[in-house]
């Protein structure tokens, strides 16, 4: 039992996880509106700094479908 149980805790959690898409991320926000994008990523952008080095990789793909969104809406600025 005791055995099973360390196994069990030694597999990584993270791994199980399903880790988002920047596909998934323009699903996510592509009712936003362009004020809404540049909200959202100066958002992202400000806690970009002291983020850990997962989180960083998760924001970087979140920034990259906001620019999407905000080429696909003609958004200026």
């Avoid at 809404?36 to 958002?43: C, K, L, M, V």
């Avoid at 400000?46 to 620019?67: D, G, V």
Wanted: glycine share 2%; proline share 3%; charged share 35%.
């Amino acid at each position: 039992m005791r055995f099973l149980l360390m196994i069990a805790l030694l597999i990584p959690f993270e791994s199980f996880a399903k880790k988002k898409s920047v596909d998934d991320y323009v699903e996510q926000y592509k009712y936003l509106s362009c004020s809404g994008i540049e909200s959202r990523r100066a958002d992202i952008e400000r806690k970009y700094i002291m983020a850990s080095k997962p989180k960083k990789k998760q924001m970087k793909r979140q920034i990259t479908a906001l620019n999407r969104l905000k080429k696909a809406s003609n958004c200026k600025k």
